[in-house]
C-alpha cells in the first residue's frame, strides 16, 4: 500500500491496455481499497468485475494484500469467494498502533488459510510520520516470525528505510521466500537483495519519467527473480498516472519492465508466472 492523495475514484474498463499474449498475474493489489476509492461496495460482485475486466487485459489472477487485521479477514473471504484471488495477511507499518497479542493469534490463524499465499504487507514506512519507527521494528519482526512459523511468503514493505529493512532480516533470519513489494531501490539495493536470494516486484513507477534509477535497478535482476504489480488502486502506470490504479492495467506495468530490462515480453510474462508458483505455492493458469 501506497497512499496516493491525488488519485480520483472510480472504476471503468474503457481504458484497458491490449492484452499480454501470455497471461500474468497481479502479485500485489488491493481489491477491498479499490471499492472504496470507488465509493462502491467491497463484496463479491465487485471482486467478479475487476477480475473479469483484468482477464480482457491477460491478467489471470492477483494476491489482495490486508493492511490491518480486518482488511487481512476481508481478503481471505474475497480468497475463497473467487478462483482467481489469493490472499496475504499482515498490519501495514503505518496502522500497528494498538495492535494486540489477540490481533497477532487472528492474523495466525489466518495466514494458516490455504488461500493465504504471503505474510504481508509488513515491514518499515519512514516517509509517513504516523508510528514510532521502533515499534514498527518491533512489530516488523513479529510479522516475519509468523512468516516463518506458518511457512508462508514474506511480503515486505519498505519506504525510505532501505538500510533497516535489510539489517533485520539479517538480524532475524529471513524466510526462504521474500517479496519485496514495490520495490523502490537502487542499483545496489536489488543486487543485494538478489544475492540474498530475495524477489522483487516492481510497480506502475517503472513507467515514470521521474524513475531512472528504478529503471537501472530492474535491469540488474534476473528474470526469474521478478514480479510484477499494481498496488491498485495505487502507484497507476504512465500514461493514467494519478487515477484509480487496477489489475487491468498491469500490461503497462509488465511491457515498461521489459523495456527497462531488456527482456522479450513473453518470455518475462511466463517467468512472472513461474515465480510466482515457486514463491506463492500457487499457479494461475491462462
Known sequence: M??????STGVGA??????LAVPVFDAHTHLDAMAHRAGVAADAAFVAQVMAEARTAGVVGAVTVGDSVAASRWCVEAAHA???VYAAVAVHP???AGLTDADYDELEALAADPRVVAV??????YYWDRTDPADQQEHFRRHIALAKRVGKALMIHDRDAHADVLRILREEGAPDRVVFHAFSGDVEMARECVAAGYVLSFPGVITFKNAPELRAAAAVVPIDRVLVETDAPFLTPHPH?????????LPLTVRGLACAAGHDL???CAAVTETGASVYGVHFAG
Open 82 to 84: 473467487h478462483p482467481d
Open 14 to 19: 474503457a481504458d484497458t491496455p491490449e492484452s
Open 2 to 7: 501506497t497512499d496516493d492523495p491525488g488519485a
Open 120 to 125: 504481508g504487507e509488513t515491514g518499515l514506512d
Open 241 to 249: 498516472r494519478g487515477r484509480p490504479n487496477a489489475p487491468r492495467l
Open 266 to 268: 513473453d518470455e518475462l
Open 94 to 96: 503505518t496502522e500497528i
